[in-house]
């Protein structure tokens, strides 16, 4: 390694030291009351326990849009618990009733309407919560917030049991929470301080009110959240759960298949969890959503969305450079998976055993491409807290096929000083074997240092990627270059009811090839962000750019336009229009055209059960300014569910693709009852335009999916 490099790994390493650094409170938590008995979980708010017994909560502050004002409605919100369940109760009261946005819909579908939330830190890490959401009938949305290296996430894939209930009045709404000790992860200590934060939505008028008061001198939201105590015993771990699936699946021209599955859960502590499967069943209930991958440099990235890899996956994030994909294990045979947290120290191991393991990341989105022995992949993780609400970090990768493999290891972090000063760094390295062929420890590298505040905040970074370093669990699509750069922004919040705030973000960096002094890319790009609500946005982007390809330098100039808009309770809108040079990635006879590229996506409420979402993408490639067309790709998606009640829907979604002439239909009958408790009856269908213009079937499928969770 160079000199440069070692002395990189040295600086990072030396940081460890700062494990020894505790955690203080800066306020006395309060204390959380044991309620006598268990209050009915209904909606309705008439248990005299609550009142008598709970602890109250009524003095709330706006967020957005006048931050630290007071509410226009008024919200009181108890809570309480006892050895099986913490327990919340919501009165939201609204002076207009009839303009509550409160639809019924599947799990986690309700962000448009008003809701109300529990954050719900139990390790008092301000830096991660179990966040617990209802609209005002009572549906569920559930996700974990992380907040890390100056960062804010919401990963709504995360689903866990609790009850809920809701309903409205004629003063507004009340919303009734009971959730399960066994559903979460917490020390095991026989005094529990936990920290929380609670909120409450009001969609029309676009304003979110919190307890405790928050400010935006200080990022994040969970870092400034209150302290409740618990003192008496509750149950805790031990738990065991089970979930059989069965999958029967009838391709055309193929027999009918039926693959049994089993998953088991063990809750060893209240802080350590052990999840197996065997034979799992890693089918997509919705396929991936449609993408533009037509001259494209490098591979398109999709989301995770089964079940036994998304649970515990938060521990597995990194600062910037993915160590850990898992849409890498493209069809494992079986699996297993311990996360958990001891003291100070967060770990997770990750192991699974896959029968088609994909090469590149290009084969990762139709399931794999040229057919590789078995594929072993065991990856280890371990985050130790520091400071205050920061981490250090390890992570070890390993893929073995047939004598073959690729090892991946490497330190991170995220530190955070005085609350206005973030560095966030990693250093890895990789060692690859294939067949006879051998690299040497090679190095990947990332750092970034950034001051923050309300108004104003800059930072500078820099990250290197050797040309031989290569990462098969993880998300890499591109190696050989050093970057650098720097970036600032300014903030202005008018606090108006439609515009809730102002920025502008200027960003300047250039690459270069790892091993000689030669320029990749250099960009100067310019952001005016217009927030209207939280929800509501409009972003318009400037750049300007030098990008190499195949050997020749192009100079691009491209202009963006997004914008989000949730104004109204029947409908949503996303809009992009993107135009500019654009490089024709042709690697024998490359030129520099030109790309107009336009999306809509609507969301439509005509009923409080019925919702319409439209997508059309349309992306026009000009082999010049006004020349001819080279191209023109249209994707138009439609998906409509209908709801019948809170556990049962129908859905139906048609995806044509004009540039390769397919369309894609598919119908779904779901019952959800809850998490691991499914049936689903599925159909799809695939047909193709010919030469004479008609379309004809190019396979079918139908599928039957039922699984049922057990928790003993």
């Not at 639809?103 to 966040?131: G, M, P, Y």
């Not at 450079?321 to 967060?346: C, E, H, Q, S």
Request: glycine share 8%; aromatic share 16%; hydrophobic share 40%.
């Amino acid at each position: 390694m160079s000199k440069n490099v070692s002395f990189f790994f040295g600086l990072i390493i030396g940081l460890f030291v700062l494990t020894l650094v505790g955690f203080s409170a800066t306020e006395e938590p309060l204390l959380l009351p044991l309620l006598s008995k268990a209050p009915k979980i209904d909606g309705v708010l008439d248990a005299s326990i609550w009142e008598d017994e709970a602890l109250k909560f009524e003095q709330f502050f706006q967020i957005s849009p006048k931050e630290g004002g007071p509410p226009t409605e008024k919200t009181v919100i108890y809570m309480g618990y006892d050895k099986k369940n913490l327990y919340v109760a919501i009165k939201c009261y609204d002076s207009e009733p009839d303009k509550i946005r409160a639809s019924i819909t599947n799990r986690d579908q309700c962000i448009e309407d008003d809701w109300v939330v529990v954050f719900l830190d139990t390790f008092n890490e301000k830096r991660r919560a179990l966040s617990f959401l209802a609209n005002p009938l009572g549906v569920q949305m559930d996700c974990i917030r992380i907040e890390e290296g100056g960062n804010d996430n919401m990963d709504f894939s995360w689903d866990v049991v609790f009850s809920s209930g809701g309903r409205i009045d004629e003063d507004g709404y009340t919303v009734e929470l009971a959730i399960p000790f066994k559903s979460l992860r917490f020390p095991d200590e026989e005094r529990k301080v936990w920290s929380v934060v609670l909120g409450r939505n009001i969609a029309r008028k676009g304003e979110i009110v919190m307890w405790p008061i928050f400010t935006r001198e200080i990022p994040g939201l969970l870092s400034q959240g209150g302290e409740i105590v618990l003192t008496e015993a509750v149950e805790k771990g031990k738990n065991f759960e089970l979930m059989p699936v069965a999958t029967s699946l009838k391709v055309k021209g193929e027999k009918l298949s039926f693959d049994p599955g089993l998953n088991f859960k063990w809750g060893i502590t209240s802080n350590a969890t052990l999840d197996l499967t065997v034979n799992p069943d890693f089918s997509h209930i919705e396929a991936d959503a449609p993408q533009i991958d037509v001259n494209r440099r490098f591979a398109l990235f999709y989301e995770e969305k089964r079940p036994f890899f998304l649970e515990g996956m938060e521990i597995f994030r990194f600062p910037q450079i993915n160590m850990v994909y898992t849409r890498r294990i493209n069809d494992p045979i079986a699996g297993g998976k311990l996360t958990g947290k001891i003291g100070r120290f967060t770990y997770g191991v990750l192991t699974a055993l896959d029968t088609s393991p994909t090469e590149s990341l290009w084969d990762v989105s139709n399931g794999g491409g040229a057919k590789l022995d078995n594929a072993l992949f065991n990856i280890f993780r371990i985050k130790a807290d520091v400071l205050k609400e920061s981490y250090i970090g390890f992570c070890l990768a390993d893929r073995q096929i047939n004598g073959s493999y690729n090892r991946v290891g490497g330190i991170d972090g995220q530190l955070k000083f005085n609350n206005k000063f973030f560095f966030n760094f990693q250093a890895l390295a990789s060692k690859t074997k294939l067949s006879d062929e051998e690299t040497d420890i090679v190095p990947a590298l990332y750092g970034e240092f950034f001051y923050y505040s309300k108004h104003w905040g800059a930072g500078i970074f820099s990250q290197a990627m050797h040309p031989d370093f290569k990462a098969s669990s993880g998300y890499v699509n591109r190696v050989d270059y050093k970057s650098y750069g720097a970036f600032t922004f300014a903030s202005i919040y008018p606090e108006k009811k439609y515009l809730s705030q102002i920025q502008l973000n200027l960003n300047a960096g250039r690459r270069f090839f790892f091993s000689e002094n030669l320029l990749q890319d250099e960009w100067l790009r310019g952001e005016l962000n217009f927030r209207f609500n939280e929800f509501s946005q409009l972003r318009l982007q400037f750049q300007t750019d030098m990008e190499r390809y195949s050997g020749v330098d192009f100079n691009k100039n491209s202009f963006e336009l997004q914008g989000q808009f949730m104004f109204l309770k029947w409908l949503t809108a996303v809009i992009v229009f993107e135009t500019g040079g654009s490089i024709y990635y042709d690697p024998d006879d490359p030129f520099l055209g030109h790309n107009n590229t336009y999306a809509l996506i609507l969301g439509l409420k005509p009923s409080k059960r019925l919702r319409l979402d439209l997508q059309y993408i349309k992306q026009t490639f000009f082999e010049d300014r006004g020349g001819d067309i080279l191209y023109d790709y249209k994707i138009f998606r439609t998906r409509t569910t209908y709801q019948l009640n809170k556990t049962l829907s129908v859905r139906g979604i048609v995806d044509y693709n004009h540039f390769d002439k397919q369309i894609y239909g598919s119908f779904l009958f779901s019952w959800i009852l809850r998490p691991g408790t499914v049936f689903f009856l599925g159909v799809d269908n695939n047909f193709l335009k010919d030469e004479f213009g008609h379309f004809g079937q190019t396979d079918y499928s139908v599928f039957v999916k039922f699984s049922y969770w057990w928790r003993i």
